[in-house]
């Protein structure tokens, strides 16, 4: 089953504040939620944020802690 953007949307909001996670403005996401759902599955939209990475590979959403 496939979610709207703005379900996606809200879902990425909700996993970034849970851990604390400061978001991207809002042209960041809508860009990331973009990529998300027009890429082909051999691409892996990223969204950096200072500390921590989400990315896209294979339909499944990751989220990890860059390390400095």
Known sequence: RRL?????KNLLR???SAHQVQPP???????????????ARD???CLDMLAY??????GWLH??????
């Open 4 to 8: 709207s953007e703005l379900r996606a």
């Open 14 to 16: 909700s996993l970034l």
């Open 25 to 39: 403005d809002e042209r960041r996401l809508n860009e990331f939620i973009r990529q998300i759902f027009t890429a």
């Open 43 to 45: 691409r892996h939209p």
């Open 53 to 58: 990475r989400l990315w896209v590979s294979h």
């Open 63 to 68: 989220f990890e802690k860059i390390s400095s």
